[in-house]
């Protein structure tokens, strides 16, 4: 059974930080590009962070350009976002997701504000930034 479990959310202050996790079981995270996004309420979804699965090269929406870092620990099967200088807009669910497809980060990621399903994806976990 394939599963992806993020973890690492919670409430923080502005400028604070938070590290997600995205732990793959029944498959192998090296052979998929995988992508972070995040759904806040009323909002679209956004594709905010992605990761090819050939060269590992990355790619990160504007808004998060400079303060998000996205990674892969190959031994763990476990992908990483470092979230740092958190501001009050980037409250949202977040999820990871995993495709199987050799896809640029780029290409990756803009699928999300369409009807894109990837092949698979966790149940998300709340980061929410407030004072």
């Known amino acids: 059974q394939v599963q992806l479990v993020e973890s690492g959310g919670g409430s923080v202050q502005p400028g604070g930080s938070l590290r997600l996790s995205c732990a793959a079981s029944?498959?192998?995270?090296?052979?998929?590009?995988i992508a972070w996004f995040r759904q806040a309420p009323g909002k679209a979804r956004e594709g905010i962070s992605c990761i090819s699965s050939s060269d590992d090269s990355t790619y990160y929406e504007d808004s998060v350009k400079g303060r998000f870092t996205i990674s892969r620990d190959t031994a763990k099967n476990t992908a990483y976002l470092q979230m740092n200088s958190l501001k009050p807009e980037d409250t949202a669910v977040y999820y990871c997701?995993?495709?199987?497809?050799?896809?640029?980060?780029?290409?990756?990621?803009?699928?999300?504000?369409?009807?894109?399903?990837?092949?698979?994806w966790g149940q998300g976990t709340q980061v929410t930034v407030s004072s």
């Open positions: 029944g498959l192998t995270l090296d052979f998929y590009a």
């Open positions: 997701a995993a495709d199987r497809r050799a896809l640029g980060p780029t290409v990756l990621c803009s699928y999300f504000s369409g009807t894109y399903s990837p092949t698979y």
